[in-house]
């Protein structure tokens, strides 16, 4: 009963609190210099990250532990002929490590591959597709040949 009560009051404390000028936000909060309650900040934007050159590679990251290399294909196959589907998984589980590469065979079939699937869900997961970057090349430490398969220290 006592908490019924309460809250109709916090409510109404938490419009007069949106509602009141600055002064008294800043009164009643210890943060609200870096946080409105009225609208957000514009100048806190985030920088947008660079874009990859369109290609016939798509890099889609989200996917569930059980999404299958078959299960992507089929997925993407909706919006174009797919060359290749990989799921990267792991070594030891075999399960995904959530992302993978889908191979388009014409650029128009790619674009309309990520409007198609950014965004949607797979497997139950929400997953992104986006343009695959190229890898960057391999850079030895100290002028130091790369270290054997399976030896790393």
Known sequence: MAMAMRLPAIAIAATE??????????????????????????????????????????????????????????AF?????????????????????????????TLEDSAKGIAGMDGKFLDGWVIFAEYARPREPYRPQNNMPPPPYGNRY
């Open 17 to 74: 609190m949106a509602s009141a000028p600055v002064g008294l936000r800043r009164l009643f909060c210890s943060n609200a210099s870096k946080f409105s309650f009225l609208s957000p900040q514009a100048n806190a934007e985030t920088p947008a990250r660079p874009q990859a050159e369109p290609s016939t590679n798509l890099f889609v990251s989200g996917l569930s532990k059980r999404t299958t290399s078959e299960g992507l294909r089929t």
């Open 77 to 105: 196959a909706q919006f174009g002929e797919v060359a290749d589907a990989k799921v990267v998984t792991d070594r030891v589980s075999g399960y995904s490590k959530g992302f993978g590469f889908v191979r388009y065979t």
